[in-house]
């Protein structure tokens, strides 16, 4: 499998995955800017959505969308319960928590990376974010991770998502739950593993 990915973009989440399944894949770093790969290519040749994450399967399918590839990695290493089994309850708790993360987290911060919109703009959704995380953080309380005891496919996604908050120095002083929470996942070797490979200082 080749990983198509930006150092600390979202598809930090699915190179987590692979790591903690296990997976032998390839990573394909990608200039998401210019929409080109390290040796030139054109990468909307490749995905024309011009985003990553992209998973391209030994099979030659391409998959996107995070949330997607997160479940496809972990249902291809079911015995490291990266995720329930497929309709379980649980498996529906662990959608319910992959799509709050994309629409309400994921999809709220974009625009506080845009250097065209205006700082008052840019306080609106981090307020909308903050909110978010602090549901969160109640959530949180009593569990190792979002789902229990487990972690799962959706952990090394909010993991990526709360690297953004820190580069954005979001104040999560009052989040004891999601602070704790955070330097937990960072801890896991797979994760410092997926960090060092990108580039990326440790985000505990």
């Known amino acids: 499998m080749k990983l198509y990915y930006s150092p600390g973009a979202c598809s930090l989440s699915p190179h987590i995955a692979l790591l903690e399944a296990g997976l032998p894949y390839e990573l394909v770093k990608v200039d998401l800017r210019a929409k080109k790969l390290e040796n ?37 290493a079911a015995d490291k ?83 953004w908050a820190e580069r954005m120095k979001f104040d999560l002083s009052a989040m004891p739950n999601l602070l704790a929470y955070k330097a937990r996942v960072a801890a896991r070797p797979k994760v410092q593993e997926a960090l060092k490979k990108e580039g990326l200082a440790q985000a505990a």
């Open 40 to 76: 030139g290519d054109d990468y909307l040749q490749i995905n024309p959505k011009g985003q990553v994450p992209a998973l391209r399967l030994d099979s030659g399918e391409m998959v996107t969308e995070g949330p997607v590839i997160v479940q496809m990695i972990a249902d291809k």
């Open 81 to 163: 319960n990266l995720a329930p089994a497929r309709d379980s309850a649980e498996r529906y708790k662990l959608l319910e928590w992959l799509n709050f993360i994309t629409s309400e987290l994921h999809k709220n911060f974009g625009p506080m990376f845009s250097p065209v919109l205006s700082d008052d703009a840019k306080a609106f959704f981090k307020d909308r974010v903050m909110a978010k995380l602090k549901y969160i953080d109640s959530q949180l309380a009593g569990r190792d991770y979002l789902m229990g005891k487990q972690f799962t496919v959706a952990d090394g996604y909010l993991f990526t998502i709360l690297t």
